[in-house]
């Protein structure tokens, strides 16, 4: 007897350790995220913030002078509602981590039946062994999700930033291509002015004053096309910033940056995505815990439904005796009719489907560092071919044409369009150096972190735990 009641001592002590050795670890989670993302922030680095801190001092220090990308993207990381909520979901996979290695609840029943002057009681206490036999690869199981959740979280926070630094190229872009665009207008004006005075006193046609008010309307057009652009841009910035009252009315650097002298060396590019990006990482993670995993769905499938009870039963006649009797009852299903053959094809189905995208995701991740390098190359060439030939010979143009204007060998008129087309030409060489910048923070993007193009989301296997338990 006393042997009995240590050996239930031991279970029920055992059973105590198993359910309290996970615990919640949200500063871990955080610190995790913020290596898995180093390197990987739009070339950025910031320390990440658990969501429930204020960062506005913060905020509101780095937007007291003109924000630069940089700064756009720490004040994203810091603030915005996209980071938080990827660090939120990464604690809802931790909960669920944590518990999954809890101990199951074991069920109480009672029951009284009645015969006559006979009463019964019929006391049990059930106990899922299946959950008990399994927890630790169970617990195991929502730790490979809580791994895979935070590779998730990351790719998450990467491809933010990069989001957040086009934005910040996209709106600095506009504006610039706005005040060139206002340039044009003012050159188009003043010729339509001259146009109505020329024609007011008989040297110029109607037609020809037609022309010219027919530039000023189409640049009016391009203009306000060009407001609403650079409007529209600086609301996705917002946006993305999490900023809004008067944080919203922050001011952008005038221009972009420059073009690099000479474009990075970016040596064995595929070998480096395939190395370096956390969605290929999180496609190889998940299929190697898949194929881990399929015996135990063989296995437990067998098992599904076992229960082990201990039971008390009273009997209590007329005469008031009383009679007692207790003992164990193990349940177990019996495979008459589903011999789990639909369930072990299912988990062999979610293997092959888990190594046909890390295939794929591979594919993808190799194709996308050719594609976006060559469009980060094409994209300087272009930049740095407008801006140290097409620009300077239009400044050249426009040097010559003004002299022969001032030697009177040219109109007033030859000088206007010239200087509209200088304008325009510098507009084209800002969008070039604009598309540059564009496709560098793709490139990082690709080679560092996830696809440029939808994320994927590879949680295709999450059922493969209730399949372990035969549902």
């Not at 008990?132 to 490979?144: D, G, M, T």
């Not at 439904?305 to 209590?316: E, F």
């Not at 540059?436 to 193009?453: E, N």
Request: net charge neutral; aromatic share 6%.
């Amino acid at each position: 007897m006393k042997r009995r009641h240590l050996r239930h001592s031991s279970l029920a002590l055992a059973a105590l350790l198993l359910s309290g050795c996970a615990t919640l670890a949200p500063e871990k989670n955080l610190a995790d995220v913020q290596q898995l993302t180093e390197g990987r922030t739009a070339g950025v680095a910031v320390e990440l913030q658990r969501p429930g801190r204020d960062p506005d001092a913060a905020v509101d220090e780095l937007l007291r002078q003109p924000l630069s990308a940089e700064n756009a993207v720490r004040i994203a990381l810091l603030n915005s509602p996209a980071v938080q909520q990827a660090l939120v979901t990464l604690d809802l996979s931790d909960a669920l981590r944590v518990q999954a290695g809890r101990v199951p609840n074991p069920h109480f029943s009672i029951a009284e039946l009645a015969e006559g002057d006979k009463r019964e009681i019929e006391r049990a206490l059930r106990f899922d062994l299946v959950g008990l036999l399994f927890l630790p690869w169970k617990s195991q199981w929502q730790s490979r999700q809580h791994e895979l959740a935070k590779l998730q979280a990351a790719q998450d926070i990467a491809r933010l930033a990069t989001e957040v630094r086009k934005a910040w190229i996209n709106a600095v872009a506009a504006e610039q291509s706005l005040r060139y665009l206002r340039d044009v207008q003012d050159a188009a004006e003043a010729g339509a002015e001259l146009a109505r005075r020329m024609t007011r006193v008989g040297n110029f046609s109607k037609l020809q004053q037609a022309r010219e008010q027919v530039l000023v309307a189409d640049a009016a057009a391009q203009v306000a096309r060009a407001q609403q652009r650079a409007h529209g841009e600086r609301e996705k910035l917002t946006r993305l910033l999490g900023l809004w009252g008067a944080q919203a009315q922050f001011t952008l650097s005038p221009r972009l940056p420059e073009l690099p002298a000479r474009p990075p060396a970016q040596n064995d590019v595929e070998a480096r995505a395939l190395r370096e990006r956390l969605d290929v990482r999180l496609a190889v993670t998940e299929t190697g815990w898949v194929a881990d995993s399929l015996g135990l769905v063989k296995a437990a499938g067998y098992l599904d439904g076992m229960t082990l009870a201990y039971k008390h039963t009273s009997t209590v006649d007329g005469a008031g005796e009383r009679e007692q009797k207790h003992g164990w009852e193990l349940e177990l299903p019996l495979p008459i009719f589903d011999w789990g053959s639909a369930r072990n094809a299912r988990a062999e189905a979610l293997y092959l489907q888990s190594a046909v995208r890390v295939r794929n995701v591979a594919v993808l991740a190799r194709s996308e560092a050719r594609e976006a390098y060559f469009g980060w190359r094409t994209a300087y060439d272009l930049a740095r071919h407008y801006r140290e030939e097409v620009v300077p010979l239009r400044r050249f143009i426009g040097d010559e044409m003004l002299l022969r204007y001032n030697g009177m060998l040219s109109s007033v008129w030859d000088l206007l369009g010239e200087i509209r087309q200088q304008s325009l030409s510098v507009n084209q060489a800002l969008e070039a150096q604009r598309d540059f910048w564009l496709a560098d923070a793709d490139l990082q993007l690709t080679l560092t972190a996830t696809s440029p193009g939808a994320l994927t989301q590879l949680r295709g296997n999450a059922a493969v735990a209730p399949a372990a338990r035969g549902h």
